[in-house]
Every structure is written in structure tokens, then in C-alpha cells.
């Protein structure tokens, strides 16, 4: 069963990288995954739910906020101006750092909420990645 659930998050997650085309980048995820295919991934208990659902709200608050932003510097590059906020590309970079580090941080603390058993299914579970990931360009240095 969790194959299965595994292997339909993976089409869903491919069918817009492919619907792009070549050359363009599919656009970034708003969220990770949906709470009912972690709980169902992991086997989370009904007292580790709410926990647990702390920080997967978290998660997708912050993979939301930087969807929303990059939709609009594609906006704001699209009628001739730079990216917003002035930073540059470099700004950017570093904001995305900070969110980076941010999830990370909410990833583990899910981590710690589960059994011994839950850790090692939640571990081939693929994490949220603002950079480095698919569709998600390479960070600095890669």
C-alpha cells in the first residue's frame, strides 16, 4: 500500500515537470505533500497528528510564501523591471537559504515526533527543496 501512495505522489509530481516542455521549468510547488499521505506514508497515530500537522503547516506556509514570490518577479520581470525587493539575484539566493534552512529545521522536528519504525519510512519519503530539487534550479556552488 505505501508503494502505491509513494508511487502516485511521484507521478503527480512528474506530470507538470513534463507538461512544461524542453527548456522551461515546471513552476515551484506551493506545498509538500498532502497531510493525508504522510499520516497514511508514516503510520502517524492519532496522538501524534496534531503535532505532527504543526509542522507540516509550517512546511507549506513556506513553500507557499516562496511560490507567491516567485510568481511575482516572474511578473515584475515579465513588464520590464528587475526582481523585486531590490536584492538582486543574489538577495534572492540568500532568502531562499533562510527558507531553506527554515524547512529543514520543521522536517527534522517532524522526524523527532515519530517511532524508531515511522523514522526509517519517513526517511525514503522525498523532503521539500526550494533549491537543488526538481524544477527547482541548483543552489550556489552545486
Known amino acids: ?51 505532527v500537522q504543526k509542522h507540516y503547516d509550517a512546511i507549506n506556509a513556506v513553500m507557499k510564501k516562496l511560490a507567491d514570490q516567485r510568481r511575482a518577479m516572474r511578473e515584475q520581470m515579465m513588464v520590464g523591471g528587475g526582481p523585486p525587493g531590490g536584492g ?18 520543521h522536517v527534522t522536528a517532524v522526524r523527532g515526533l515519530l517511532t524508531a519504525e515511522q523514522q526509517v519510512e519517513f526517511d525514503t519519503l522525498e523532503k521539500p527543496r526550494l533549491m537543488g530539487g526538481p524544477g527547482m534550479g541548483r543552489p550556489p556552488g552545486a
Open 88 to 105: 538582486g539575484m543574489q538577495g534572492m539566493r540568500e532568502q531562499m537559504q533562510g527558507m531553506q534552512t527554515e524547512l529543514d529545521g
Open 1 to 51: 500500500m505505501r508503494g502505491f501512495v509513494l508511487a502516485g505522489m511521484v507521478a503527480l509530481l512528474a506530470t507538470p515537470a513534463l507538461a512544461q516542455g524542453p527548456g522551461r521549468m515546471a513552476p515551484p510547488p506551493d506545498h509538500w505533500m498532502t497531510f493525508d499521505s504522510l499520516v497514511q506514508a508514516v503510520s502517524l497515530t492519532d496522538a501524534q497528528k496534531p503535532d
